[in-house]
């Protein structure tokens, strides 16, 4: 078993070098360049090189070099190449995989070179399987093992700035920018504003000069991918702005680029446009939103507004126009009365609103409606910067681990980053990558709905990150995993959520910031562990996948569920739905008088303490069957639920807030007037007003016949 200071110590890379935020490699030069941001000094770029890698199979029957030997080796000595057999350690897979480690010492497009030359696409459909050659800032940080952000604690340590457009239209063709907000997480802030399109072209040169000046490790927008950056770009070109010539970065060479991107969403894949500039890492902060939205069904919406409130980072005094009024607002400038305790405003033209600032001091105060416009950017820019605390604090932290650049740490998908990691180990370690096998069907995890309408104390249990538990316990890892890399790995990142997650319940009441602090680092990992068994249900995508083994996992996961439902029944339970992991059941009225003494056999549980109620089950039961890191937990507790079909309930808080579980009922392609209904009608449910529910249902109806439903819905 590989030890724990052995995998932190590759996953943070063994190279000391600290305060690196971005990596970027010259083709022309063939060398690589370190982007660091010093505290207290700023940036420092230094130059290093490395020697480009290529893991390869057998090429014998695409016919490389015309299965010339001789003309092989002369290619060798034109491009300095060097072969080396890697470690296969016996194992059927490792021998079928890729065996060979290719090496150029003249640099990483001599090697590309090689390869074409033999007639030979590194990245063509015969040789997907046959050759993986990695971007060479990949190569770079795998190979000199190093990482980025190195050195910083907090992403709230490294210097980010958000930016965001007003404009007067929706399409560039059709209007202008007329604001430009950027603000850092260290305390700078500007509006720039722009009254004609030649102050406009102004107020671009500057935006840019701005980044140039304050040098930023991180540039971010919402929904800027497709929104900004297009507006910037399309604007230059009307304006007959060189942007190349503008946006400078941090190589006197270099400008920008903008390429297409892919963002992984769960089980989905968007396109978008990335923009990159040199030596910064550009990122759409909705990205972090979007990705968390795929896995958190709670997520209802991914728009600024919404996701601000989600997370309860609202300001009171916060100010919001609608979309279509911006402009208008701003270029009318009639004076409005603004209340300055809750952002709402109201124009000042009505006899019955003079002298609120007399009658109401320090709550309202006269502006216009151009100064209304700036602190509704403001505020933009404000929550931007919060939403991207939030949300992409876990990319930060996995950008530190993972030897990619933060800019693709921000798309990729959790296989990808496994893939990546596992990468990293073989070189590290000299060994060969496996041989793919064939995606086959396999039954998945227990899912049925038992009981359908009203119920009520539900109790929710689910096993602790069941799966990976799985794995670990009854060691469900593939063969071709010579070095037990992947066990290591899943352990350790087990090990480190289970760490924050028991952090953040310390300080939840005595230190709120740093329980959540806590809370941040934990939810990434363990969206990545329960990736593992995603990666190794793909080896048509994941080298180290393996179907026996997925189905070893689901099989043995769906024993658990079945065992620990029996386990309740028989004290008195009445399970009502079961999805893969956990069971919601119906409490039994008696539940309050239950009591147990922990004897400790299992990690969750501690020896002499009195467990009551629903906690007194959980509490036997871990100590009687658990074993290893299994566990069984209590995910909460609600006075009442509907059931509405398999994978599809409404749960209600003991707050009265609803929790909406399922596509069916809380869809992102649900009509606005379906959705307006189901959020009303299934609280009415939950609240047991029954009656009060058939009168909304008809009167809706009838709202709906007399189309007296808003368009926008």
Same mark, same amino acid.
């Given at each position: 078993? $590989?030890?724990?200071?052995?995998?932190?110590?590759?996953?943070?890379?063994?190279?000391?070098?600290?305060?690196?935020?971005?990596?970027?490699?010259?083709?022309?030069?063939?060398?690589?360049?370190? $982007?660091?941001?010093?505290?207290?000094?700023?940036?420092?770029?230094?130059?290093?090189?490395?020697?480009?890698?290529?893991?390869?199979?057998?090429?014998?029957?695409?016919?490389?070099? !015309?299965?010339?030997?001789?003309?092989?080796?002369?290619?060798?000595?034109?491009?300095?190449?060097?072969?080396?057999?890697?470690?296969?350690?016996?194992?059927?897979?490792?021998?079928?995989?890729?065996?060979? %480690?290719?090496?150029?010492?003249?640099?990483?497009?001599?090697?590309?070179?090689?390869?074409?030359?033999?007639?030979?696409?590194?990245?063509?459909?015969?040789?997907?399987?046959?050759?993986?050659?990695?971007?060479?800032?990949? +190569?770079?940080?795998?190979?000199?093992?190093?990482?980025?952000?190195?050195?910083?604690?907090?992403?709230?340590?490294?210097?980010?700035?958000?930016?965001?457009?007003?404009?007067?239209?929706?399409?560039?063709?059709?209007?202008?920018?007329?604001?430009?907000?950027?603000?850092?997480?260290?305390?700078? /802030?500007?509006?720039?504003?722009?009254?004609?399109?030649?102050?406009?072209?102004?107020?671009?040169?500057?935006?840019?000069?701005?980044?140039?000046?304050?040098?930023?490790?991180?540039?971010?927008?919402?929904?800027?991918?497709?929104?900004?950056?297009?507006?910037?770009?399309?604007?230059?070109?009307?304006? !007959?702005?060189?942007?190349?010539?503008?946006?400078?970065?941090? /190589?006197?060479?270099?400008?920008?680029?903008?390429?297409?991107?892919?963002?992984?969403?769960?089980?989905?894949?968007?396109?978008?446009?990335?923009?990159?500039?040199?030596?910064?890492?550009?990122?759409?902060?909705?990205?972090?939103?979007?990705?968390?939205?795929?896995?958190?069904?709670?997520?209802?919406?991914?728009?600024?507004?919404?996701?601000?409130?989600?997370?309860?980072?609202?300001?009171?005094?916060?100010?919001?126009?609608?979309?279509?009024?911006?402009?208008?607002?701003?270029?009318?400038?009639?004076?409005?009365? @603004?209340?300055?305790?809750?952002?709402?405003?109201?124009?000042?033209?009505?006899?019955?609103?003079?002298?609120?600032?007399?009658?109401?001091?320090?709550?309202?105060?006269?502006?216009?409606?151009?100064?209304?416009?700036?602190?509704? @950017?403001?505020?933009?820019?404000?929550?931007?910067?919060?939403?991207?605390?939030?949300?992409?604090?876990?990319?930060?932290?996995? #950008?530190?681990?993972?030897?990619?650049?933060?800019?693709?740490?921000?798309?990729?998908?959790?296989?990808?980053?496994?893939?990546?990691?596992?990468? #990293?180990?073989?070189?590290?370690?000299?060994?060969?990558?496996?041989?793919?096998?064939?995606?086959?069907?396999?039954?998945?995890?227990?899912?049925?709905?038992?009981?359908? !309408?009203?119920?009520?104390?539900?109790?929710?249990?689910?096993?602790?990150?069941?799966?990976?538990?799985?794995?670990?316990?009854?060691?469900?890892?593939?063969?071709?995993?010579?070095?037990?890399?992947?066990?290591?790995? @899943?352990?350790?990142?087990?090990?480190?959520?289970?760490?924050?997650? +028991?952090?953040?319940?310390?300080?939840?009441?005595?230190?709120?910031?740093?329980?959540?602090?806590?809370?941040?680092? +934990?939810?990434?990992?363990?969206?990545?562990?329960?990736?593992?068994?995603?990666?190794?249900?793909?080896?048509?995508?994941?080298? &180290?996948?393996?179907?026996?083994?997925?189905?070893?996992?689901?099989?043995?996961?769906?024993?658990?569920?079945? +065992?620990?439902?029996?386990?309740?029944?028989?004290?008195?339970?009445?399970?009502?739905? %079961?999805?893969?992991? !956990?069971?919601?059941?119906?409490?039994?009225?008696?539940?309050?008088?239950?009591?147990?003494?922990?004897?400790?056999?299992? &990690?969750?549980?501690?020896?002499?303490?009195?467990?009551?109620?629903?906690?007194?089950?959980?509490?036997?039961?871990?100590?009687?069957?658990?074993?290893?890191?299994?566990?069984?937990?209590?995910?909460?507790?609600?006075?009442?639920?509907?059931?509405?079909?398999?994978?599809?309930?409404?749960?209600?808080?003991?707050?009265?807030?609803?929790?909406?579980?399922?596509?069916?009922?809380?869809?992102?392609?649900?009509?606005?007037?379906?959705?307006?209904?189901?959020?009303?009608?299934?609280?009415?449910?939950?609240?047991?007003?029954?009656?009060?529910? $058939?009168?909304?249902?008809?009167?809706?109806?009838?709202?709906?016949?007399?189309?007296?439903?808003?368009?926008?819905?």
């Amino acid at each position: 078993m $590989i030890s724990n200071e052995e995998i932190e110590s590759f996953l943070h890379g063994n190279d000391p070098e600290e305060f690196i935020v971005a990596i970027e490699f010259d083709y022309a030069s063939n060398s690589i360049y370190k $982007i660091k941001e010093i505290p207290g000094k700023g940036k420092e770029i230094r130059k290093d090189t490395f020697t480009p890698f290529a893991w390869v199979g057998d090429l014998r029957n695409i016919n490389f070099y !015309g299965g010339s030997k001789a003309a092989q080796k002369e290619a060798m000595t034109k491009h300095g190449i060097m072969i080396d057999k890697l470690e296969t350690h016996g194992d059927e897979r490792l021998e079928k995989g890729m065996t060979f %480690m290719v090496k150029s010492l003249k640099g990483y497009r001599e090697l590309i070179q090689f390869f074409r030359e033999g007639g030979c696409d590194p990245w063509g459909e015969k040789t997907k399987d046959k050759i993986i050659i990695l971007p060479p800032v990949e +190569q770079y940080l795998i190979s000199k093992e190093k990482r980025l952000f190195k050195g910083f604690e907090n992403y709230d340590e490294v210097t980010r700035l958000v930016y965001d457009l007003e404009t007067t239209s929706l399409e560039p063709q059709d209007g202008r920018i007329f604001m430009i907000g950027i603000k850092t997480n260290k305390g700078y /802030h500007r509006v720039i504003e722009c009254f004609d399109e030649s102050e406009e072209r102004n107020a671009i040169i500057e935006f840019f000069r701005v980044i140039d000046e304050l040098k930023p490790s991180i540039i971010g927008g919402y929904n800027s991918a497709n929104f900004d950056w297009h507006w910037i770009f399309e604007r230059c070109k009307i304006l !007959g702005l060189d942007p190349k010539k503008i946006c400078k970065s941090l /190589h006197p060479q270099h400008s920008f680029t903008r390429k297409d991107g892919m963002l992984k969403l769960a089980n989905e894949v968007e396109t978008y446009t990335q923009t990159s500039i040199w030596g910064y890492n550009v990122i759409d902060i909705i990205h972090a939103v979007r990705r968390a939205q795929a896995i958190n069904s709670s997520i209802k919406a991914a728009g600024l507004k919404y996701i601000t409130k989600y997370i309860n980072a609202e300001s009171p005094s916060r100010v919001y126009i609608e979309h279509d009024n911006i402009g208008k607002l701003y270029l009318n400038k009639e004076e409005f009365w @603004l209340n300055t305790q809750n952002g709402k405003y109201k124009k000042a033209d009505n006899p019955a609103y003079d002298n609120l600032d007399t009658k109401f001091p320090n709550v309202y105060k006269k502006v216009t409606g151009d100064k209304i416009v700036e602190m509704y @950017l403001d505020d933009d820019l404000d929550e931007t910067l919060k939403v991207d605390q939030e949300f992409n604090q876990g990319s930060f932290l996995l #950008a530190a681990m993972i030897p990619t650049t933060y800019e693709r740490v921000s798309t990729m998908g959790t296989a990808t980053l496994w893939k990546m990691l596992m990468l #990293a180990w073989s070189y590290k370690y000299n060994l060969a990558i496996p041989a793919k096998q064939d995606k086959t069907d396999f039954v998945g995890g227990l899912s049925r709905l038992i009981k359908v !309408g009203y119920s009520t104390s539900v109790l929710k249990l689910d096993f602790s990150s069941l799966y990976p538990s799985i794995q670990l316990v009854h060691d469900v890892f593939p063969d071709c995993d010579v070095t037990g890399a992947m066990k290591g790995l @899943l352990g350790y990142f087990r090990n480190s959520r289970i760490m924050y997650k +028991q952090l953040a319940e310390e300080f939840e009441k005595s230190d709120p910031k740093k329980s959540k602090s806590y809370d941040r680092k +934990q939810l990434p990992i363990k969206i990545f562990i329960n990736s593992m068994f995603g990666a190794l249900s793909a080896p048509q995508v994941f080298h &180290w996948g393996d179907m026996y083994m997925g189905e070893q996992i689901t099989c043995t996961g769906r024993q658990y569920l079945r +065992q620990m439902i029996g386990f309740f029944m028989k004290r008195g339970y009445e399970p009502l739905v %079961m999805d893969t992991d !956990g069971v919601n059941f119906s409490s039994p009225s008696n539940i309050s008088d239950r009591k147990y003494i922990g004897r400790g056999l299992n &990690w969750k549980v501690v020896e002499g303490k009195e467990y009551v109620g629903a906690a007194a089950d959980i509490a036997e039961y871990n100590d009687i069957f658990m074993r290893g890191e299994m566990a069984l937990d209590n995910d909460g507790v609600w006075p009442a639920c509907i059931n509405l079909a398999r994978k599809n309930y409404a749960l209600m808080t003991d707050k009265g807030k609803i929790k909406l579980v399922g596509n069916t009922i809380k869809s992102k392609k649900l009509p606005g007037y379906i959705e307006e209904f189901l959020d009303k009608g299934i609280k009415m449910l939950l609240q047991g007003q029954g009656k009060d529910f $058939i009168e909304y249902y008809y009167e809706y109806l009838q709202k709906i016949y007399d189309m007296k439903v808003p368009l926008a819905k």
